[in-house]
């Protein structure tokens, strides 16, 4: 069944990456609602590499912060609710109960190169679920990548197998503060059916 347009326009068209945020709150319970969502979208043997943690406390924020870029300190300050999409590179060791069909777990045995291409490239999948389920559920998106890793994973990830992907606030962006949307590419400018 094909989706109406409405959702569509929800989803994509009308949907825009924001910098600036209403001061509203976003409950926990929404996101819990969020990764009820976003959970169901395909990863490669289901492995869930993805790991996540809402930075929505003024101390968690003041450990946020510093590692940012200078433009995206303001965005994570306002933002009521920011996600650190992490990648767990030991993923394979849930393979046995994630993807029980296979002996999964043995294909990343001694292939670091592997789980770790495996993790990036999953957890940035669930990190696009996430966007979407959230613009689902009426938040608004600001993902930026403009941060020192080693100090986010030092401030977050620390004594843990997991590593940061990306940052993405969630809130209620404000639509004044938008600049005009940038354009994007036709189908012919960067696709090709053979």
């Given at each position: 069944?094909?989706l109406?347009?409405?959702?569509?326009?929800?989803?994509?068209?009308?949907?825009?990456?924001?910098?600036?945020?209403?001061?509203?709150?976003?409950?926990?319970?929404?996101?819990?609602?969020?990764?009820?969502?976003?959970?169901?979208?395909?990863t490669?043997?289901?492995?869930?590499?993805?790991?996540?943690?809402?930075?929505?406390?003024?101390?968690?924020?003041?450990?946020?912060?510093?590692?940012?870029?200078?433009?995206?300190r303001?965005?994570?300050?306002?933002?009521?609710?920011?996600?650190?999409?992490?990648?767990?590179?030991?993923?394979?060791?849930?393979?046995?109960?994630?993807?029980?069909?296979?002996?999964?777990?043995?294909?990343?045995?001694?292939?670091a190169?592997?789980?770790?291409?495996?993790?990036?490239?999953?957890?940035?999948?669930?990190?696009?679920?996430?966007?979407?389920?959230?613009?689902?559920?009426?938040?608004?998106?600001?993902?930026?990548?403009?941060?020192?890793?080693?100090?986010?994973?030092?401030?977050?990830?620390?004594?843990?197998?997991?590593?940061?992907?990306?940052i993405?606030?969630?809130?209620?962006?404000?639509?004044?503060?938008?600049?005009?949307?940038?354009p994007?590419?036709?189908f012919?400018?960067?696709?090709?059916?053979?």
């Open positions: 069944m094909k109406d347009n409405a959702t569509f326009d929800q989803l994509f068209r009308n949907a825009r990456s924001h910098n600036e945020w209403l001061d509203q709150p976003v409950p926990d319970a929404l996101l819990t609602e969020l990764h009820e969502l976003m959970k169901w979208g395909p490669s043997a289901n492995c869930w590499p993805l790991r996540v943690v809402y930075v929505k406390s003024a101390a968690a924020k003041a450990r946020l912060i510093p590692a940012l870029m200078e433009g995206n303001a965005k994570v300050q306002a933002a009521p609710a920011t996600a650190i999409l992490g990648m767990d590179m030991d993923f394979p060791d849930w393979l046995p109960q994630r993807f029980p069909h296979a002996d999964a777990k043995s294909w990343f045995a001694g292939n190169e592997l789980t770790r291409a495996t993790a990036f490239r999953n957890s940035s999948l669930q990190g696009a679920y996430l966007m979407l389920a959230a613009r689902g559920l009426g938040l608004d998106c600001g993902p930026m990548s403009g941060f020192d890793a080693a100090q986010v994973n030092a401030a977050f990830f620390a004594g843990t197998s997991i590593e940061v992907n990306f993405c606030s969630l809130g209620y962006g404000d639509a004044s503060k938008l600049y005009p949307r940038s994007r590419p036709d012919a400018e960067v696709c090709k059916i053979v």
